[in-house]
C-alpha cells in the first residue's frame, strides 16, 4: 500500500508539473499574442498617415512581422476550429493587405479606398487586443487553471464581431498567397552586436578603487560607505557598487556613471513636471552631463521619468536634437530625488559629431508629408537607422484633421521620410509610438 500511494503521489505531482508548465506556456503565448495584435492596431494607424513609399515599405515590413507573431502564438493557445480559422483570416488579411497598400502606394499616397479598409481592419485589431487583454487580466485576478484559460478563449465575443470587409479585400490575399518572404538587414546584423560605447573609445581604463572614489562623489557620501558588488557589461563594461539602497554602475573606461537606481519609495506627489524637470537637469549637471534637452516623459506611480538627447548645432549655427545620445532619469515627485538613471545609451552613441547643414530647405523637405497632415513645426535632429547609422532629418510636428499628433523624420538630403511616430499625449505625460 504505501508503494502504491508511493506511485500515486508521484504520478499527482508529475501531473501537476505538467499542468502547471502547460498554463505558463498559455500564458506566454497569450501575452506574445496581445502584445502583436495591439502593434497592429498601432502600426495600421501609422499607414494612414504615411507620406512616401519608404515608410510605407517599413510600415509593410513590420505588419507582416505583427501577423506572422500573432499567428504562431495563437497556434499554441487552446482556441476552438472554428475561432481559430476566424482569427487566421483576419491576420492573414492584415499581411496581405499590407502589401498590396505598399505596391499602391509606392509612388503616391494611399487612396481613399485602400484607406477605408485600413481603418476597418485597425478597428478589429483594438477589438480584438481588448478582448485579450480582458484575458490576461481574468486569468491573473482569479488565478485561472487551463479549463478556465481554455473556456474564456473560446467565449471572446470580439471574435463574433469581426468585420466583414469587402471582396477586394480578400481577392488582395489571394493575389499575394505565394508573395516572397521579406528579409532586410536590420537591428539583428552581427555588427551591431560587436560594436563599442564610441564616447569612451578614447578614455584610459580606471582602477576599481578609482571608480569607486568617482562613485562616492557621484553620490556624495565617504567612499568607504560603498560595498563593490561586482564587474559586469558586455560591450560596456563596468564597475558595480551598493551604498545602502543604492546601486550603481561606472564604466571602467573613464570612470563615468552609467546607469544608478536607489530603491526607495516613491512617496506622495508634490510635484508637477516642470519640478521635475528641473530637478532632473540639477541631477545631470552635477553629474557631469551638459547640453542635453529633454523630449518625452511620463508621469506614473508619484514616479516622472524624462528622456533627455544631446545638442548640436550645424554650422550655420541651426541646432539639430541626437536622438541617439539618450540619458533617462526618474524623479520621484515628493522632494525631486533621482531614483533611476541609465545612460548606457548615450555612452554608447556620443561623440563628436560634424555635422552639415541640410541640403533641403524646410519647405522642400514637407513636399514628403501626407497631404492628411498639417505641418505645425519644424526642427533638424539626428535619428538612429535600424542599423544604427544616422540620419539629419527634418522633424516635423503635425496634425491631422480629427487632431490626431504625428512625428514625421524626413531625411535632410534626399527628401524620402524615414520615420513616422504616433505622439500619444495626456495628463500622464507625452510619448511617441
Keep these: 500500500m504505501a508503494l502504491l500511494a508511493g506511485f500515486w503521489l508521484d504520478a499527482h505531482l508529475t501531473q501537476k508539473a505538467t499542468q502547471r508548465d502547460l498554463e505558463y506556456v498559455y500564458r506566454r503565448a497569450l501575452g506574445d499574442m496581445t502584445g502583436y495584435v495591439s502593434g497592429m492596431d498601432q502600426t495600421l494607424e501609422k499607414a494612414l498617415f504615411t507620406g512616401t513609399g519608404q515608410t510605407q515599405s517599413e510600415v509593410t515590413a513590420k ?11 495563437m497556434a499554441v493557445l487552446p482556441f476552438s476550429q472554428e475561432k481559430t480559422e476566424r482569427i487566421s483570416r ?13 505596391r499602391e502606394g509606392e509612388n503616391k499616397p494611399t487612396g481613399s479606398n485602400m484607406t477605408d479598409n485600413i481603418s476597418s481592419l485597425r478597428q478589429y485589431a483594438r477589438k480584438l487586443a481588448e478582448a485579450l ?38 481577392q488582395v490575399a489571394q493575389e499575394f498567397t ?5 528579409l532586410y538587414d536590420g537591428p539583428f546584423s552581427d555588427h551591431i552586436s560587436q560594436r563599442r560605447p564610441v564616447a569612451l573609445a578614447a578614455l584610459e581604463g580606471v582602477t576599481q578603487e578609482a571608480a569607486q572614489e568617482q562613485a562616492a562623489n557621484i553620490l556624495d557620501v565617504p567612499k568607504e560607505k560603498l560595498e563593490f558588488v561586482a564587474e559586469g557589461g558586455s560591450q560596456l563594461p563596468v564597475y558595480q557598487f551598493r551604498c545602502g539602497s543604492a ?48 523630449s518625452y516623459y511620463i508621469m506614473t506611480d508619484n514616479l516622472c521619468a524624462i528622456n533627455f538627447h544631446s545638442l548640436y548645432q550645424t554650422p550655420d549655427g541651426q541646432e539639430v536634437i541626437c536622438y541617439p545620445d539618450l540619458v533617462k532619469v526618474t524623479i520621484e515627485l515628493e522632494e525631486g530625488g533621482a531614483v533611476e538613471v541609465d545612460a548606457s545609451g548615450y555612452w554608447m552613441n556620443h561623440q563628436a ?51 490626431r499628433e504625428v512625428l514625421s523624420y524626413v531625411n535632410a538630403t534626399t527628401g524620402r521620410e524615414e520615420q513616422l511616430f504616433l505622439v500619444q499625449r495626456d495628463e500622464q505625460g507625452i510619448l511617441v509610438n
Design 247 to 294: 546601486m550603481l554602475s561606472l564604466s571602467k573606461q573613464g570612470g563615468r556613471l552609467v546607469y544608478y537606481k536607489q530603491a526607495a519609495q516613491a512617496g506622495s506627489k508634490k510635484l508637477a513636471y516642470p519640478a521635475a524637470l528641473e530637478a532632473a537637469q540639477t541631477h545631470l549637471s552635477r553629474w557631469g552631463f551638459s547640453q542635453l534637452r529633454e
Design 178 to 182: 505565394h508573395f516572397p518572404t521579406l
Design 63 to 73: 505588419l507582416l512581422e505583427q501577423s506572422g507573431g500573432a499567428k504562431a502564438a
Design 133 to 170: 487583454n480582458g484575458i490576461q487580466a481574468r486569468l491573473t485576478a482569479e488565478q485561472a487553471d487551463i479549463a478556465q484559460a481554455e473556456s474564456l478563449l473560446n467565449n471572446v465575443e470580439a471574435i463574433e464581431a469581426i468585420p466583414v470587409l469587402d471582396d477586394d479585400v480578400d
Design 90 to 102: 483576419f491576420l492573414s488579411q492584415v499581411g496581405d493587405y499590407a502589401l498590396a497598400m505598399n
Design 353 to 403: 559629431r560634424q555635422l552639415k547643414g541640410p541640403s533641403l530647405a524646410q519647405e522642400e523637405g514637407a513636399g514628403a508629408i501626407n497631404p492628411r497632415l498639417a505641418v505645425e513645426s519644424a526642427s533638424l535632429a539626428l535619428i538612429p537607422t535600424p542599423g544604427l547609422d544616422e540620419l539629419l532629418c527634418w522633424e516635423y510636428h503635425c496634425t491631422s484633421a480629427d487632431g
